[in-house]
């Protein structure tokens, strides 16, 4: 099993920005992949971000060059630096992780709203 736990959501203006975290726990070494998706309301979950064997980060067209996916081994921690932010990002981020066994465990979400 593992656990994951997402902070840093909040308001901000257009063109501000954001960090994302998501601690995680539990048995880590069966994961292969971990990101980050969001969903607004009567919307499917868009993946936003993700990286696969610690290498090689995707991200979805709509934030290529606003947004960066990184993580910190020690701290056992994802994050999500959200920069130039528009109202379409707005929406409840959702942190992810896939296991080898092809088992998906998600965060409760946090939200962030992008308004003046």
């Known amino acids: 099993q593992v656990q994951l736990v997402e902070s840093g959501g909040g308001l901000v203006p257009p063109g501000g920005s954001l960090r994302l975290s998501c601690a995680a726990a539990?048995?880590?070494?069966?994961?292969?992949?971990m990101g980050w998706f969001r969903q607004t309301p009567g919307e499917a979950r868009e993946m936003v971000a993700s990286m696969t064997d610690g290498v090689g980060t995707d991200y979805a067209d709509s934030v290529k060059g606003r947004f960066t996916f990184s993580r910190d081994n020690t701290k056992k921690t994802v994050y999500l630096q959200m920069n130039s932010l528009k109202p379409e990002d707005t929406a409840v981020y959702y942190c992810?992780?896939?296991?080898?066994?092809?088992?998906?465990?998600w965060g409760q979400g946090t939200q962030v709203t992008v308004s003046s």
């Open positions: 992810y992780a896939d296991s080898y066994a092809q088992s998906r465990y």
């Open positions: 539990g048995s880590l070494a069966t994961i292969r992949t």
